[in-house]
């Protein structure tokens, strides 16, 4: 496809169980985010990807929080044990290079997570 | 670490009157600044973005953010607002260092135009 694509776009799941989003970037970028939008707190950053590693991962909120990237192109964020805080809309995006400033970001519509 | 701080959660001004949305950043030498927008049920995209040495930025859809280095501001404005900028707008911040390119969103700003 053309743009990022992100799935699935809603997910409902019963707190405790785990569950898998998945973010497909624009083919050739090599850079790779993953965020959160919860009402009222804006777009929080939880990880980064260039290419298959993860230079910084200090936005995952906690332990059962855990992203990889496979092939430089698809990601999968994992939260397990879910609770009723992880409830929000995960973005993905993703740029052509590492350096957000000449190369934009492209952002998927989102998953939404709600957890019950 | 860097941060903006978007003032105000809601905006609503009448269509044809200028919109004001305001975003202050913190002090950091070269501030890279931008403004993203999220329609209803798209994506997030770019607006603008700030380029060293300029005081006035010109975005798409007749945006425009001043960059104010005394006041450490990157407001965002338009003259004559239409029904279809009604969206959230998000002032953005990347850091500065290599390795540390992601960009840090402000809480948002949800612009509504009232006919």
Request: aromatic fraction near 10%; hydrophobic fraction near 30%.
């Amino acid at each position: 496809g053309a743009g990022v694509s992100q799935s699935p776009s809603n997910k409902v799941t019963e707190k405790g169980k785990d569950v898998e989003l998945r973010c497909d970037p624009i083919s050739g970028h090599t850079a790779l985010y993953w965020y959160r939008q919860s009402l009222g707190q804006g777009l929080e950053f939880l990880i980064y990807f260039q290419g298959n590693s993860a230079p910084d991962k200090s936005g995952l909120p906690s332990d059962r929080f855990s992203a990889e990237r496979t092939g430089g192109s698809v990601s999968t964020l994992t939260i397990q044990r879910t609770q009723q805080e992880d409830s929000a809309v995960y973005l993905c995006a993703s740029s052509l290079l590492r350096d957000s400033y000449n190369s934009p970001l492209h952002f998927g519509n989102g998953t939404r997570l709600t957890v019950t | 670490a860097q941060s903006v701080t978007q003032l105000g959660s809601h905006v609503s001004v009448s269509e044809g009157a200028l919109v004001l949305l305001r975003c202050n950043y913190s002090s950091s030498v070269p501030p890279y600044l931008f403004w993203y927008v999220q329609y209803p049920n798209q994506g997030l995209q770019l607006l603008l973005k700030y380029t060293t040495g300029a005081t006035l930025v010109k975005g798409i859809n007749g945006f425009e953010a001043e960059f104010k280095k005394s006041e450490t501001s990157f407001h965002l404005t338009k003259p004559s607002a239409h029904m279809s900028d009604a969206a959230e707008y998000f002032c953005a911040v990347m850091g500065a260092n290599f390795g540390n390119e992601k960009l840090t969103f402000g809480t948002g700003t949800r612009l509504t135009i009232i006919p």
